[in-house]
């Protein structure tokens, strides 16, 4: 039996998605204009630093592919993800919310990510990016590693997406007798799954649902498994690279890349296809991956942590061999998307991205939309930026997502426009900076909580009573 509940949350969605349906001009431009819907492709990858990519100063990785879609469209030198690590990035990514807002920050047990078999996942009444696409008349197709819950109401079947084919958590999350499964649709198609050929196999099935679409405007959000731990590469790549396993994965991914504009060109459909390129966190700093020159990895608030690679490619809308250095992050690609698509975005809840079309189409004097970036560490607000500066804020003990808390932490101003580095303190120098900044910590903390002081709009994430890894009971 369907529960009032269930039937409540479908009933606000579709009242919802009715009122997004409603077309508003997207550009500004009469060129824009008369382009139509375009086709996006968001090509995300786990755990890829901000200096494995040659565009990026890579030494050791080699990415022409990646580097020449750069020299086509524009490079993000101040892109930031909502968190430094998986499940909350993604489901920033999805909602174009700060991950507390839609309390994803922790799971169930106060953990950073989401485990097999989690009660908690993303809620059903939540629209995602590949609803307010399905409101345009899109096809969509989710192709890779989900992470916002493995339950069949969390799946990306329930979240918009006509089609999803990959792995529902990360690739290490092997748990006895629970093989890592490969899923189509809801369905667990092979356990475990042979990762050396994961890549591989994302990159044709993506390029399988580009070619059956193309007389349609499609939506392919392809969230690789690679450079996540334990790296695997396939025989064409493995031992190919002069950085390791590390290096032969993200090569792999860079001919993925390659692969996917190949198709849009063969295909005739580039000029009409946005490409984004870009990753859910820094890298652990671990087997061959770089920040460099940002400090801290993976699981920080430092730079290191949530500032990524960000490419965008747009031919003839997007200008060519371009650096955007204003800041903005996956938060914007929600509302942005919709205005491409001409959609609206929901009106009846808060979404923190804005639209950064300006940035990405270089408007003369566009500047970032953002007064303020905020830096979570799971349920706890650690920093704040505001144009070049970042605060980092005084706190009594600093949490981590892994291991034990730093301990007492002082407060601590960077000049990122300067110091990107994050080593030269000016919170003596500029106190009248650190009041401001302090005054919108105060105001986000109002807003969306700390610790365990809960904010006055979060919105509850989805909860099922009874959880289990159910996939494999389908194979």
């Known amino acids: 039996m369907i529960s009032p509940a269930t039937i409540r949350r479908a009933f606000l969605k579709a009242i919802a998605l009715c009122m997004m349906a409603i077309v508003i001009p997207a550009f500004t431009t009469a060129k824009a204009q008369s382009a ?13 630093g901000y200096g494995d990519l040659g565009c990026y100063g890579s030494e050791k990785n080699r990415t022409p592919q990646i580097d020449r879609m750069a020299a086509e469209g524009m490079r993000f030198t101040d892109f930031y993800v909502a968190c430094s690590v998986c499940t909350p990035s993604r489901a920033a990514l999805m909602t174009g919310c700060y991950p507390r807002r839609v309390n994803l920050h922790v799971d169930e047990k106060n953990l950073c990510v989401l485990f097999p078999g989690a009660r908690k996942g993303l809620n059903p009444t939540e629209i995602t990016i590949a609803e307010v696409l399905k409101s345009q008349g899109y096809a969509t197709a989710c192709i890779g590693k989900w992470h916002l819950g493995d339950h069949p109401d969390f799946l990306p079947t329930s979240q918009g997406f006509d089609y999803y084919y990959g792995i529902p958590y990360s690739n290490d999350m092997h748990r006895k007798p629970i093989p890592l499964p490969l899923v189509r649709n809801e369905k667990a198609i092979e356990a475990p799954v042979h990762q050396p050929t994961i890549t591989k196999r994302y990159t044709e099935e993506a390029i399988r649902f580009i070619r ?16 996540h731990l334990p790296l695997h590469a396939s025989k064409d790549f493995k031992g190919k690279s002069a950085n390791g396993i590390y290096g032969d994965a993200t090569e792999e991914i860079d001919w993925s890349t390659g692969e996917i504009i190949k198709t849009l060109k063969e295909l005739g459909i580039d000029d009409n296809t946005l490409v984004v390129f870009t990753s859910d966190n820094g890298s652990t700093g671990r087997h061959g991956g770089s920040n460099v020159p940002l400090r801290g990895n993976k699981g920080r608030t430092d730079e290191g942590g949530m500032r990524v690679p960000c490419i965008m490619r747009y031919p003839g809308r997007i200008p060519a061999n371009k650096v955007c250095a204003d800041v903005s992050g996956t938060i914007d690609f929600l509302p942005t998307i919709a205005a491409l698509s001409g959609a609206r975005i929901p009106g009846d809840r808060i979404i923190d991205g804005k639209n950064i079309w300006p940035l990405m189409s270089a408007a003369p004097g566009a500047k970032s939309p953002h007064e303020a970036f905020y830096y979570y560490q799971m349920d706890q607000l650690q920093c704040v930026r505001s144009g070049k500066w970042k605060l980092h804020l005084p706190m009594d003990s600093k949490k981590r997502n892994w291991g034990k808390p730093e301990g007492k932490t002082p407060v601590q101003l960077f000049d990122l426009e300067e110091n990107i580095a994050e080593d030269k303190d000016l919170s003596r120098q500029h106190p009248e900076v650190v009041d401001r900044l302090m005054k919108l910590a105060d105001k986000m903390r109002q807003d969306i909580g700390d610790l365990d002081k809960a904010g006055a709009n979060q919105r509850p994430a989805g909860w099922v009573e009874k959880a289990q890894p159910r996939l494999l009971e389908k194979m």
């Open 212 to 227: 059956k679409n193309k007389e349609k405007p499609f939506f392919v959000y392809l969230p690789h498994a690679m450079v």
């Open 36 to 48: 139509g819907k375009p086709n996006v492709i968001i090509i995300f990858i786990d755990d890829m």
